[in-house]
T-cell receptor
Framework: ETGVTQTPRHLVMGMTNKKSLKCEQH?????MYWYKQSAKKPLELMFV???????ENNSVPSRFSPECPNSSHLFLHLHTLQPEDSALYLC?????????????FGPGTRLLVL | GQNIDQPTEMTATEGAIVQINCTYQ??????LFWYQQHAGEAPTFLSY??LDGFEEKGRFSSFLSRSKGYSYLLLKELQMKDSASYLC??????????WGAGTKLIIKP
């Protein structure tokens, strides 16, 4: 299944580093999402883009900065992260936001902040 | 308020049947989803229910009762590859998915 791809799959970074996560969807969808998944916790929605416009930011700290240059690509720029930000970051897409649409997920980036 | 609950972990035997329950509370409802997630992999869509009743899809089936705020996922003829986490999520009135913490299913031979 290569509908939604994410790179890198694993990332280790120090608290002073700057890195970016990339997501690409090949499904022709118009909505893209970033989620954070921590062990034994529910998925936390971070950001939503619909037709390249950011529609939601769920009180995410400014050290996380999303970018959506087109409907197929989504980035998450990271800087001065904290150890508690270590988690699995999942990207998802759906046909559009605001309807009863199924979301399709990428395999995630496992992030470790030292 | 909104909340959703599912068991943390369940164990079942290969070849058997297991039912994973999910209860939720919300004022606005646009359907309930089940996803399967193997360790280190993407959650994959299993089922969507928006009307009351039972929907069968091969070895996996799902049930919804909106009046009771209750759903379950039924897995039949369990195979070792079914060992995974099963995520329940409802879609609220803003079309946002509210997720449970997942049920880790362990299949024993």
């Amino acid at each position: 299944e290569t509908g939604v791809t994410q790179t890198p799959r694993h990332l280790v970074m120090g608290m002073t580093n700057k890195k970016s996560l990339k997501c690409e969807q090949h499904l022709g969808h118009n909505a893209m999402y970033w989620y954070k998944q921590s062990a034994k916790k529910p998925l936390e929605l971070m950001f939503v883009y619909n037709f390249k416009e950011q529609t939601e930011n769920n009180s995410v700290p400014s050290r996380f900065s999303p970018e959506c240059p087109n409907s197929s690509h989504l980035f998450l720029h990271l800087h001065t992260l904290q150890p508690e930000d270590s988690a699995l970051y999942l990207c998802a897409s759906s046909p559009k936001r605001g309807d009863q649409e199924t979301q399709y997920f990428g395999p995630g980036t496992r992030l470790l902040v030292l | 308020g909104q909340n959703i609950d599912q068991p943390t972990e369940m164990t079942a035997t290969e070849g058997a049947i297991v039912q994973i329950n999910c209860t939720y509370q919300t004022s606005g409802f646009n359907g309930l989803f089940w996803y399967q997630q193997h360790a280190g992999e993407a959650p994959t869509f299993l089922s969507y229910n928006v009307l009351d009743g039972f929907e069968e899809k091969g070895r996996f089936s799902s049930f919804l009762s909106r009046s009771k705020g209750y759903s379950y996922l039924l897995l039949k003829e369990l195979q070792m590859k079914d060992s995974a986490s099963y995520l329940c999520a409802f879609m609220d009135s803003n079309y946002q998915l509210i997720w449970g913490a997942g049920t880790k299913l362990i299949i024993k031979p």
